[in-house]
């Protein structure tokens, strides 16, 4: 199965549609017994993440057999040098202390535009040296648009990266970066599947913000009933369609929500979400990137 759990939600108040808050210790335990029987191997978490880290290495079993994939600091300064390449050591350091694990799957640099600042190839060099020391198997990056993935791919070997597809947010799809990705070989993880919950919604319960797209996303809600499926079926159908992507992140607030991300990911064949999808794509970086709504919000 491709499903991997995104744990941001274990340290932070985190999603548009989330009302129930930062998810529970107690809870994120369920969830990771969940997920074992589930046999979910991916776990996404960082050190951005206010205490998701520290929640993950209280919660998970001494022998659980998870994939952790955690990502770099917040670095200052417009470029980077020995200093922020220490930085990133001792960020992976504190991060295995607080997982309480002896290595992680895969590091990735969670500003991407650090590393494309004057100096980032310390920043590459110094995760190829821990990668080298057997503290991480994958590095690599998290982006946001073809533009980061050229830049990246041109300047740097990577094994991992995370970045956006959703039925809203299909422009890597599009633009070809998926397949590029995959010839250079490349490890391909999938997030914001649900775009924060917004594909889950109905369109009446939307923000504001979103008034511009409300009637295209209740045409799309009409199209997937049409096809005798859930919003949830559909999202994931969509993604996990996708032969391209390795592993698609989403994050729950409970164990019931992961089993029914499991059985609604098992529903959709491979390939056969894809038919009729190609309308519903927005090219609107202010719907499609989260970062952007807050943003909006405040102007308003």
């Known amino acids: 199965m491709k499903i991997g759990l995104g744990a941001v939600q274990f340290g932070l108040d985190y999603g548009i549609a989330n009302t129930a808050g ?4 107690a809870q994120v335990a369920a969830i990771l017994a969940a997920a074992t029987q589930l046999q979910l191997r991916l776990i996404d978490t960082a ?3 206010g205490d998701s880290e520290a929640v993950l290495g209280r919660t998970m079993l001494p022998a659980a057999p998870f994939d952790i994939v955690t990502k770099t600091p917040q670095f200052a300064g417009a470029d980077m040098g020995a200093a922020q390449a220490q930085q990133l050591e001792d960020s992976l350091h504190a991060s295995l202390c607080k997982l309480q694990v002896p290595a992680v799957y895969g ?3 969670h500003r991407v535009d650090d590393l494309l600042l004057p100096g980032g190839e310390m920043l590459m060099a110094r995760m190829a040296l821990l990668k080298q020391r057997g ?8 982006v946001y648009t073809g533009q980061q993935i050229d830049a990246v791919l041109e300047r740097f070997p990577i094994d991992l990266i995370q970045l956006p597809v959703n039925v809203l947010d299909q422009r890597l799809l599009h633009s070809g970066h998926l397949r590029k990705l ?5 490890e391909i993880h999938a997030r914001s599947v649900f775009l924060q919950g917004l594909l889950l919604m109905a369109p009446k319960d939307l923000p504001a913000h979103f008034d511009g797209v409300r009637e295209h996303l209740a045409s799309y809600h009409r199209f997937i009933a049409g096809q005798g499926l859930t919003p949830l079926q559909a999202a994931l159908g969509f993604v996990t369609g996708l032969e391209e992507i390795d592993r698609v992140v989403c994050g729950v607030n409970s164990s019931a929500q992961l089993q029914e991300i499991c059985a609604a990911a098992g529903h959709v064949a491979a390939g056969a979400a894809l038919a009729g999808y190609d309308v519903f794509a927005i090219n609107d970086e202010m719907i499609v990137n989260p970062a952007l709504w807050q943003q909006a919000k ?3």
């Open 298 to 300: 405040g102007k308003s």
């Open 107 to 109: 590091l990735l640099i």
């Open 22 to 25: 930062k998810v529970s210790e």
């Open 135 to 142: 503290l991480v198997s994958k590095i690599g990056v998290s």
């Open 182 to 186: 995959k010839q250079a070989g490349v």
């Open 47 to 49: 050190a951005l993440y």
